[in-house]
């Protein structure tokens, strides 16, 4: 079965500081990895996917086969990286996406 | 605005009732997805859409029903309703049958 969890449902952090938010997933296969964020009055948006291993809005996500891991990473925090953050995962294809609960991250000043 | 389109935003009623939600999805997405989100509650996959043939399915009740029609837009229709099904219900599009999803703003159902 296809399941997607984000341990964390609330995450604060100082501006400049190092930011993780975590998702573990479990998928017998090859999965596609992403991570949506959805910033205040705004609708939920892709932030990036695993196959394109790009770094946006200095994000970064690395996908551990080994401990079936896909954590979100920026090394230095801006306030406006305050939002709610979704994992999701998809076969290959992505037909059909499983979301996690989320995590709202908190930048503070 | 051509981005995904919901109608309506809120919505009360009452339990037994039926309801219907429509979404417009972006000019030349060809697929439509449903997700609902209660309280506490991630966005759970209820049904995907591509070209007016159902794709793929979630845990969608039998209560629920759902369409896309020949000019792309899709309905997710909800019978015999429950305090329970009271959620935001969001509606998504891509361009293929997989890819990046473009989200609405949402559905928000109250049951009283």
């Known amino acids: 079965a296809q399941r997607v969890t984000q341990p964390e449902k609330l995450l604060s952090v100082f501006k400049g500081a190092p930011v993780e938010l975590k998702c573990n997933y479990s998928?017998?296969?090859?999965?596609?990895l992403f991570w949506y964020v959805q910033y205040s009055r705004q609708r939920l948006q892709l932030l990036l996917r695993?196959?394109s291993r790009e770094s946006i809005k200095g994000f970064t996500a690395d996908l551990n086969k080994g401990e079936t891991s896909f954590h979100l990473k920026k090394p230095f925090a801006q306030e406006e990286d305050s939002a709610m953050y979704y994992c999701a995962l998809g076969p290959p294809g992505a037909q059909k996406l499983v979301f996690g609960q989320g995590t709202r991250l908190t930048i503070n000043p | 605005d051509s981005g995904v389109t919901q109608t309506p935003k809120h919505l009360i009623t009452a339990t037994g009732q039926r309801v219907t939600l429509r979404c417009s999805p972006r000019s030349g997405d060809l697929s439509v997805y449903w997700y609902q989100q209660s309280l506490d509650q991630g966005l759970q996959f209820l049904i995907h859409y591509y070209n007016g043939e159902e794709r793929a399915k979630g845990n969608i009740l039998e209560r629920f029903s759902a369409q896309q029609f020949p000019d792309l837009h899709s309905e997710l229709n909800l019978s015999s309703l429950e305090l329970g099904d009271s959620a935001l219900y969001f509606c998504a599009s891509s361009v293929g049958p997989s890819g990046e999803l473009f989200f609405g703003e949402g559905s928000r159902l109250t049951v009283l």
């Open positions: 695993h196959i």
């Open positions: 998928y017998s296969g090859s999965p596609e």
